[in-house]
């Protein structure tokens, strides 16, 4: 049996999420952190259903979107979420739904759940998903999968492409809560993306990658902050550090070690 969709955009369900994250969710994290928001023009014709995009590199991604969001456009958001993970256990599933109006996605092979993303489009909800698959470990994007911008040809809808700047350093991989300091963090909207003329999902997606790269990179610039140019440089240098320390004899690793305390 398919599920219900209804209650992805019904008036009830909206209602709890709004308490939820208005009086909670939004004040919290804006209480940790200096979110300042850019681009907010881009959005006055954004008109439901609608695909919201964004790079993916902090648990706080999710909030600040759905945060920064108007609240026209915001309502009936429904992120997609790893179904083996947030829709595995009950607590989990609920909490998803509440704060985010969660949907699972699958991943690894599943199947239960395919096609809900184009289904929840049918009915007018508007979507977020991180095209990057998962978290970065190290604040540096990884490549876009195409789910998003095949659902944006398939169902001809926009997709908002989202920035996240600063997201990493408030609360990198593996924190439980943000760093202390009200570090700043910027959301930063980018013009509405259709697929041209002719132009293939591939095409589109890496275009939406280069946006996206293109949008935080210029406001990092303007504030001082990590380019993506810095996060792939810092992990091609460890990689090739612990290249470079894997590749050394053990007895020549210790005997740097001694000379180094030794100076």
């Not at 023009?41 to 979107?65: C, K, M, Q, Y």
């Not at 949008?215 to 996060?231: I, N």
């Given at each position: 049996?398919?599920?219900?969709?209804?209650?992805?955009?019904?008036?009830?369900?909206?209602?709890?999420?709004?308490?939820?994250?208005?009086?909670?969710?939004?004040p919290y994290v804006w209480s940790a952190l200096s979110v300042h928001t850019h681009g907010m023009r881009h959005l006055d014709n954004v008109e439901a259903p609608?695909?919201?995009?964004g790079n993916h590199s902090s648990h706080l991604d999710a909030t600040l979107i759905f945060g920064a969001l108007p609240r026209r456009l915001s309502r009936n958001?429904?992120?997609?979420?790893?179904?083996?993970?947030?829709?595995?256990?009950?607590?989990?599933?609920?909490?998803?739904?509440?704060?985010?109006?969660?949907?699972?996605i699958d991943r690894g092979g599943m199947k239960a759940h395919r096609g809900m993303s184009g289904r929840l489009l049918d009915e007018d909800v508007p979507l977020l998903i991180f095209p990057e698959g998962t978290r970065s470990r190290t604040g540096?994007?990884?490549?876009?999968?195409?789910?998003?911008?095949?659902?944006?040809?398939?169902?001809?809808?926009?997709?908002?492409?989202?920035?996240?700047?600063?997201?990493?350093?408030?609360?990198?991989?593996?924190?439980?809560?943000?760093?202390?300091?009200?570090?700043?963090v910027h959301v930063v909207f980018g013009n509405p993306q259709r697929a041209r003329a002719g132009e293939t999902i591939s095409d589109f997606s890496e275009r939406l990658y280069r946006y996206v790269v293109e949008l935080h990179d210029t406001t990092a610039r303007a504030y001082g902050m990590p380019t993506q140019a810095d996060f792939h440089r810092a992990v091609a240098l460890r990689a090739a550090a612990?290249?470079?320390a894997k590749a050394l004899p053990s007895g020549a690793a210790r005997s740097e070690d001694e000379d180094t305390s030794g100076s």
């Amino acid at each position: 049996m398919s599920e219900d969709l209804g209650k992805y955009s019904s008036a009830v369900p909206a209602a709890s999420r709004f308490v939820a994250q208005q009086l909670i969710m939004k004040p919290y994290v804006w209480s940790a952190l200096s979110v300042h928001t850019h681009g907010m023009r881009h959005l006055d014709n954004v008109e439901a259903p609608f695909i919201v995009i964004g790079n993916h590199s902090s648990h706080l991604d999710a909030t600040l979107i759905f945060g920064a969001l108007p609240r026209r456009l915001s309502r009936n958001l429904s992120a997609g979420a790893a179904a083996d993970y947030f829709f595995a256990h009950k607590t989990k599933a609920i909490g998803a739904r509440l704060f985010f109006n969660a949907y699972p996605i699958d991943r690894g092979g599943m199947k239960a759940h395919r096609g809900m993303s184009g289904r929840l489009l049918d009915e007018d909800v508007p979507l977020l998903i991180f095209p990057e698959g998962t978290r970065s470990r190290t604040g540096a994007m990884a490549k876009f999968k195409a789910g998003p911008a095949g659902l944006s040809i398939k169902h001809q809808v926009p997709i908002v492409p989202v920035a996240l700047v600063g997201a990493y350093a408030a609360m990198p991989y593996g924190a439980k809560l943000p760093v202390p300091g009200r570090p700043d963090v910027h959301v930063v909207f980018g013009n509405p993306q259709r697929a041209r003329a002719g132009e293939t999902i591939s095409d589109f997606s890496e275009r939406l990658y280069r946006y996206v790269v293109e949008l935080h990179d210029t406001t990092a610039r303007a504030y001082g902050m990590p380019t993506q140019a810095d996060f792939h440089r810092a992990v091609a240098l460890r990689a090739a550090a612990a290249r470079e320390a894997k590749a050394l004899p053990s007895g020549a690793a210790r005997s740097e070690d001694e000379d180094t305390s030794g100076s």
